[in-house]
């Protein structure tokens, strides 16, 4: 990123964290709801896309090869899914979407989730790489993270609600 790029980064980071500090109740809450809200991080997102993004886009190949199909076996676990898979897979961006975490916990080991454009929240679990920070946007088809054979955690939400059993092995056929 250049110079002016962290500069607004860190001024807009300031920003928030004074109206959050503020002893201003309705200040707090609008802030609040702007973080937090999924409507108005696409639109944070897409803002600040425009302002740094770079016009030159350089396809060098496609990557839409669906590899989460290609698993053996299917389990309930947590309020998602494990995945297993004989070889390594590489986890790619669906379509255009922003990071909302990266990290480990205790019951899926390291994680990421991404909230994609169209409403979908998926958490990938037990994964051996990521390539993300949070709130990083990802465009369609980009490496998010890697996974060597094994098993894989995996919740998809839309609208608050996880999805069942069919549900989700409908939308990784689609877009797995």
């Not at 297993?84 to 916990?105: F, K, L, N, W």
């Amino acid at each position: 990123m250049k110079a002016w790029q962290w500069l607004t980064s860190l001024a807009l980071c300031i920003v928030i964290y004074i109206g959050l500090n503020s002893s201003n109740e309705s200040v707090r809450q609008f802030i609040t709801s702007v973080v937090y809200s999924t409507e108005h991080m696409t639109v944070m997102r897409n803002t600040v896309n425009e302002l740094f993004s770079d016009d030159e886009v350089v396809e060098v190949a496609s990557t839409n090869q669906k590899v989460l199909v290609k698993f053996v076996a299917i389990k309930r676990y947590d309020q998602g899914f494990k995945l297993s898979y004989e070889d390594p897979i590489t986890i790619t961006a669906t379509q255009s979407g922003v990071m909302v975490y990266t990290g480990h916990t205790a019951r899926t080991g390291k994680v990421i989730s991404i909230s994609y454009d169209d409403g979908y929240t998926v958490t990938y679990g037990f994964i051996d790489d990521f390539y993300h920070l949070p709130y990083s946007t990802v465009a369609q088809g980009e490496v998010i993270a890697m996974k060597e054979q094994g098993e894989l955690f995996i919740q998809i939400e839309k609208n608050g609600r996880v999805l069942s059993l069919e549900e989700t092995v409908e939308w990784i056929k689609d877009h797995g």
